[in-house]
């Protein structure tokens, strides 16, 4: 069992930036890909970022595609969102994933809560 935790949420002002972070609270990400989702309020969840264990393959949604980037540090067993040039459509709860294996970055077993994101114009 793996219990991811993000933080870094917040307020900002479009264009501006944000970096969101996801810790695992209880077990290890361990060799797993991960992936962060994002889910606007009254709307469904979706695919935002995924990376592989090794963070060599990367993959976004076309939306965020430039401005985001998300990265991991296995030391830390951490994984990171960089948001860049916020706009305010980009305004969601974002959540952290662990996924199923060290490369598949479309199937995910556990889920953070998630944190608040709100992009103001």
């Known amino acids: 069992q793996v219990q991811p935790v993000e933080s870094g949420g917040g307020l900002v002002q479009a264009g501006g930036s944000l970096r969101l972070s996801c810790a695992a609270s209880e077990g290890t990400f361990g060799n797993r890909a991960m992936g962060w989702f994002r889910q606007a309020l009254g709307k469904e969840r979706h695919f935002v970022a995924g990376?592989?264990?090794?963070?060599?393959?990367?993959t976004y949604a076309d939306s965020v595609k430039g401005r985001f980037t998300i990265s991991r540090d296995n030391a830390k067993d951490t994984v990171y969102l960089q948001m860049n040039s916020l706009k305010p459509e980009d305004t969601a709860v974002y959540s952290c994933a662990v996924g199923r294996n060290m490369w598949n970055m479309n199937v995910y077993d556990y889920w953070g809560q998630g944190t608040q994101v709100t992009v103001s114009s």
């Open positions: 990376i592989s264990w090794t963070g060599s393959s990367t």
